[in-house]
């Protein structure tokens, strides 16, 4: 006889439907998974085996065949352990084919027959709710699973707990749908930032209307601790943005305790990062940093220090909200709308611009460090601001500026503004934010008072702005508006202060 259980592979963060076929026959005794499995899936066998000798059943002396189908696609991971082993419990008559027809099975087997968690459970459970199915998966990640909705979960600890569910023994209850509630030990407070007023309101119109951001600035001046504060000031995902991101860190295995996530992702990899870490890729596709970001920022401290080709492949995901990693045989697209925030030192020696303390090689020294930031890479980011270093003065003084949860009440108010004012215009479900807004939306929503509109002409002139400069600061100009209780149209103050935030040569500090 031939069982049949439900799986799934992962292309990127789309789910292909897999099924296992178990055939076990006359012949000799082999053990064979055919379907193009990966070396995880290969050595499932053995796993399988230990399983279910630790359950006090042995493998017949017959001919097994397992085939994942189609067997054109790629199987990886060790998430096959557990539809094979159901697979072959059904062959073997242990367990009758209609107990597990409506359900999708995956999770990886330990010796002793437990199951471990796995990647990739939330993703599966959605799709086994759009087939109307059930879903069976390791008990670590049943409250992941149970956020897909009104299907039927199983999520047990071990093979022989699933066996007894299935024969009314011990019946398995419906894990809980958790959230995450971890926040970050390294989010730091507005109020203890002194002085930086110019990087502060960067930093809120940043989060207001979802900007790219950089600071440049000496050593020591603050810039790092600046862009630690930007997770307090920025409001929760949404339910819908917070399944999309969860669904991009299930698939990566980073979804903390199981629980959707709530906060928005905050990411600082280390300048070290390889391309692939960052975009995503490598020999087995995974989500990189920039989808890991996917609603959330991605702060990159010191910014020259990263490879030259890792930055400059940030290009195209920070214009399309994408990444696309191809492969000879497959591509596959990974979401990545995120906020850049990077952080930079002017030059090497760090003190380019702070007369006493510059190094004997300036500017050339400031020259060269910023030449490894491509001119396309710094159209991109809207606000580049200065942060200059403390004076004693301000470092003698008790900081006294607002707390981040009354910058995050405004910051929440203008993404409201801007939810409704997209919502009015009927404007696709990517447009959220102003930094977001394109095309005939964009035309719409950045119409300018008269006064305003020469204002922009005239700098657009001077700056020799590009096209994409042009739409960038009307974006950030329309963030600026919204903030200052968003009139309908963006007046010449919106204009000037966007344009201030906008340092085309860097060297010029
Ligand atoms: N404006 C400030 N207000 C209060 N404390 C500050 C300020 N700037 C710096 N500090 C203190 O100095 C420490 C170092 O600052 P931070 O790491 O942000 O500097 P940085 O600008 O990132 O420097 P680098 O260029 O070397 O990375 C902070 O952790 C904080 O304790
Ligand atoms: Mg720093």
């Known amino acids: 006889m031939v069982s049949k259980i439900k799986t799934v592979a992962f292309r990127g963060i789309d789910v292909l439907d ?31 085996r230990a399983a279910l000798h630790a359950m006090g059943l042995s493998l017949p002396a017959k001919r097994m065949t397992v085939n994942l189908a189609p067997a054109d696609v790629n199987k990886e991971g060790s998430h096959y352990d557990l539809p094979i082993a159901l697979g072959l419990l059904v062959a073997m008559d242990v367990m009758p084919q209609d107990a597990v027809q409506d359900f999708y099975a995956l999770g990886e087997l330990g010796l002793d027959g437990g199951l471990r968690e796995v990647t990739g459970v939330l993703p599966a459970a959605l799709q086994a709710q759009t087939q109307a199915c059930g879903l069976i998966c390791p008990q670590s990640s049943g409250s992941e699973a149970a956020w897909a909705g009104e299907i039927e979960i199983l999520a047990a600890q071990s093979l022989l707990q699933l066996i007894n569910h299935f024969k009314g023994v011990q019946v398995l209850a419906r894990p809980q749908a ?64 917070a399944l999309e991101t969860s669904i991009i860190h299930s698939l990566a295995g980073t979804l903390p305790e199981g629980g959707l996530l709530r906060s928005r992702p905050y990411r600082d990899p280390h300048h070290s990062a390889s391309q692939p870490a960052l975009v995503g890729g490598g020999h087995k596709a995974k989500p990189g940093e920039i989808s890991l970001a996917h609603h959330g920022v991605l702060f990159l401290d010191e910014l020259p220090e990263f490879a030259k080709a890792t930055l400059e492949s940030l290009r195209q995901p920070l214009e399309t909200g994408e990444t696309l990693v191809a492969r000879v045989n497959y591509h596959v697209t990974y979401p990545a709308r995120f906020q850049l925030v990077a952080a930079m030192n002017p030059c090497r020696c760090g003190y380019f611009g702070q007369v006493e303390d510059e190094c004997t090689k300036a500017p050339r020294c400031a020259e060269d460090y910023q030449s490894k930031l491509s001119g396309p890479f710094l159209d991109r980011i809207d606000l580049q601001v200065e942060v200059p270093p403390l004076s004693i003065e301000e470092l003698g003084t008790q900081p006294t500026g607002e707390p981040s949860s009354v910058v995050a009440q405004r910051v929440e108010k203008a993404r409201l503004v801007q939810a409704d004012r997209f919502a009015a215009l009927s404007a696709p479900s990517l447009m959220r934010v102003n930094g977001d807004a394109q095309g005939k939306i964009l035309e719409e929503i950045a119409q300018m008072e008269e006064d ?14 590009s096209a994409r400069g042009w739409y960038r600061m009307l974006r950030v100009a329309r963030t600026i508006a919204d903030l200052d209780g968003a009139p309908d149209k963006i007046g010449s103050p919106h204009i000037a202060e966007a344009l201030s935030y906008r340092r085309l040569r860097l060297a010029d500090l």
Not at 19 to 43: R, S
Not at 208 to 220: F, K, R, V, W
Not at 452 to 465: Q, Y
């Open 18 to 48: 897999i099924d296992v076929e178990v055939q076990i026959a006359n012949g000799l005794p082999a053990f064979t998974i055919v379907g193009l499995p990966d070396k995880a899936v290969g050595e499932s066998k053995e796993r399988v």
């Open 178 to 241: 958790r959230l995450d509630h971890h926040v970050s030990k390294s989010i730091r407070d507005l109020s203890d930032v002194k002085g930086q007023e110019t990087a502060k309101r960067a930093l809120e119109i940043t989060a207001a209307g979802g900007h790219n951001l950089l600071m440049i600035g000496p050593p020591g001046s603050g810039k790092s601790m600046l862009a630690s504060c930007l997770p307090g000031i920025l409001p929760d995902l949404t339910p819908r943005e």
């Open 452 to 465: 305003a509109e020469r204002l922009m002409r005239s700098a657009a002139e001077k700056l020799k702005l």
